[in-house]
């Protein structure tokens, strides 16, 4: 997709009528990721994006369909009055990375935290994933933490 294609990608919220669609991105996100979740998380993911407890926008091409998915949530934060925004998963069609897609999502996630009163977003990703890390590294600032996860 070339850039000028590019600026005429449509953000928005992720609609019901996307679910196959929604589906396929985020099996390949997973499939990324090295990991295959069970059919129940995935529905339970799904419904709670409906029912507004998690966030999902999609990126649409000019044709209309689904190019790239992200997942964001708000919750409290202990070192601010706001809310924190935190950007969780984040997937754009491999047929499209590198168009400026990516970018346009976060900064999507970034005006809705801003319109919700929150902090902009935070997130993280594996240290391998350089194609990412090169947005990430033009769009946000790296604070150095280092994630941990109890137990296995």
């Given at each position: 997709?070339?850039?000028?294609e590019?600026s005429?990608?449509?953000?928005s919220?992720?609609?019901?009528a996307?679910r196959?669609?929604?589906?396929?991105?985020?099996?390949?996100?997973?499939?990324?990721?090295?990991?295959?979740?069970?059919?129940?998380?995935?529905?339970?993911t799904?419904?709670?994006?409906q029912?507004?407890?998690?966030?999902?926008?999609?990126a649409?091409d000019?044709a209309?369909?689904?190019?790239?998915?992200v997942h964001?949530?708000y919750?409290?934060?202990?070192w601010?009055m706001?809310?924190?925004?935190?950007?969780?998963?984040l997937?754009?069609?491999e047929?499209?990375?590198?168009?400026g897609?990516?970018?346009?999502l976060?900064?999507?996630?970034?005006?809705?935290?801003?319109?919700?009163?929150?902090?902009s977003?935070?997130?993280l990703?594996?240290?391998?994933n350089n194609?990412?890390?090169?947005?990430?590294?033009?769009?946000a600032?790296?604070?150095g933490f280092?994630?941990?996860?109890?137990?296995?």
């Amino acid at each position: 997709m070339s850039p000028i294609e590019m600026s005429r990608v449509e953000i928005s919220p992720v609609r019901v009528a996307e679910r196959s669609r929604w589906n396929e991105l985020w099996s390949a996100y997973q499939r990324f990721y090295g990991v295959e979740l069970s059919a129940q998380v995935t529905d339970s993911t799904w419904q709670r994006m409906q029912d507004g407890r998690l966030h999902g926008l999609g990126a649409r091409d000019p044709a209309g369909r689904l190019i790239g998915i992200v997942h964001y949530l708000y919750h409290e934060d202990t070192w601010s009055m706001s809310r924190a925004c935190y950007l969780q998963d984040l997937y754009v069609d491999e047929t499209v990375r590198g168009s400026g897609c990516g970018r346009k999502l976060i900064e999507a996630v970034n005006a809705a935290a801003l319109a919700a009163g929150a902090n902009s977003p935070y997130w993280l990703t594996h240290e391998s994933n350089n194609v990412a890390r090169r947005l990430y590294e033009r769009v946000a600032r790296n604070h150095g933490f280092i994630q941990y996860t109890y137990g296995v």
